[in-house]
């Protein structure tokens, strides 16, 4: 005769499982019983006018009338601003590699300009007119002309 496929192992495994089945039912019966009745109205819960969670309904009398048409639902339109013209001086300006620096005369920043943003040529020292424009590293002078 054959030897059973059944190991200590197997049995004590088999055990171990029938044990958690009885463990969940018996936690399930226990919910069971100490839950309160299962109708809706107990499990409603309700916001209140701070935007707190309750059990009780909100009061009425407080209650806002809002339009439909005064939600906004996105980020409004930016209005086109039109950005104001600086004026500063060419700090610093290296024609081999085709970069600069440009000091605003109003408020001492110095940005950075490329060959790519001159209309003018440019060179140390010249005052010019310039516009800003969001660079990858910070405000960049655009649209640059001597005066």
């Known amino acids: 005769m054959g030897r059973s496929q059944e190991t200590f192992g197997k049995k004590d ?3 171990k499982r029938k044990k958690k089945r009885k463990d969940k039912a ?8 100490n839950s309160s009745d299962g109708s809706l109205d107990n499990m409603i819960a309700y916001v209140d006018e ?3 969670i309750t ?3 909100p009061d ?3 209650k806002k009338k809002i339009k439909a048409e005064n939600i906004e639902i996105s980020v409004p339109k ?3 601003i039109e950005e104001p013209i600086r004026t500063g ?3 610093f300006f290296n024609h081999d590699k085709g970069y600069g620096f440009i000091k ?5 920043e110095k940005f950075f300009v490329h060959v790519n943003g001159l209309i003018d040529e440019v060179i140390e020292g010249n005052k010019v007119n310039f516009e800003l424009e969001k660079g990858l590293k910070g405000m960049n002078a655009v649209r640059v002309k001597k005066i």
């Open 26 to 33: 018996l936690r399930k019966e226990e919910r069971k019983a």
């Open 55 to 57: 059990d009780t309904p």
């Open 78 to 80: 930016k209005e086109d």
């Open 104 to 108: 605003d005369l109003d408020t001492q």
């Open 89 to 91: 001086r060419v700090e």
């Open 50 to 52: 701070n935007g707190m």
């Open 13 to 15: 495994k088999e055990q």
């Open 60 to 62: 009425l009398t407080k």
